[in-house]
């Protein structure tokens, strides 16, 4: 099962650090160890950022994973398609206008989205990766 998780206002403490607490870098290990798939989506585009955002998830200790980017003109939505998740994670702090960004994906991808809020972790998320698509108080399917 692939996992696309939003790197921005999530898994990064603060949108001015590049830290991955412990916690986070286990639950992620946890989910790799289980048999998925995890890659990282970031609304940073510049060279050197993205150089940055790859350092730091090396030091962190995990493991090399994909990091999608989107391109000055393309859409969020597009990137997660390309990528193809059969899960999205990503928080209510990435909403624009309250709206996450999965709800603006096509329904008939089909894409389980999980919506952490504010102040809570993906930490607080099941390790087991059939949980993932069956959590119903957090997890929803896009249909908008």
Known sequence: MKILVFLDKNIFSADTSLEISENIVMKINEWLENGGE???????????????????????????????????????????????PQVFIESTLNAVDGVPVAKRLPAENKIVSIVIPAGESLVDLSSKLEDLLENEEVVQEVTE
């Not at 998830?57 to 390309?82: F, N, R, Y």
């Open 38 to 84: 995890v890659e990282f989506l970031t609304e940073s585009n510049k060279f050197m950022d993205l150089k940055k955002i790859n350092e730091a998830i090396k030091s962190s200790g995990l493991p090399a994973l994909t990091l999608h980017s989107k391109q000055d003109s393309e859409k969020l939505t597009a990137v997660i398609l390309d990528a193809k």
